[in-house]
């Protein structure tokens, strides 16, 4: 059986001042790609992962995309994700 997965953390340092996107692919228990909003391009982990990496690291439009999901996905949804980690304390 293989397994694919792709997840996205978002990570709140003081509230929204400081928020950092990651995404990370995953093949087989694996970590092949991961894209860090803070490093801002993919870095490969494996001979797949390093050619896939290279290929979206060329290209201007995903690596902006990318860079956009720090407003577009986390601070947007800040105040849901709020209750379940800031408050929570």
Known sequence: ?????????????????????????????????MFDSDVGHYVGFTPFGEGNAKDWNSDPAILDYRRAQVDAYCRQNYEVFRPFSVERR
């Not at 792709?6 to 990370?24: A, D, M």
């Open 1 to 33: 059986v293989f397994q694919k997965m792709v997840t996205s953390e978002c990570h709140f340092i003081n509230g929204t001042e400081k928020v950092r996107h990651v995404q990370r692919y995953i093949y087989n228990r694996i970590q092949e790609v």
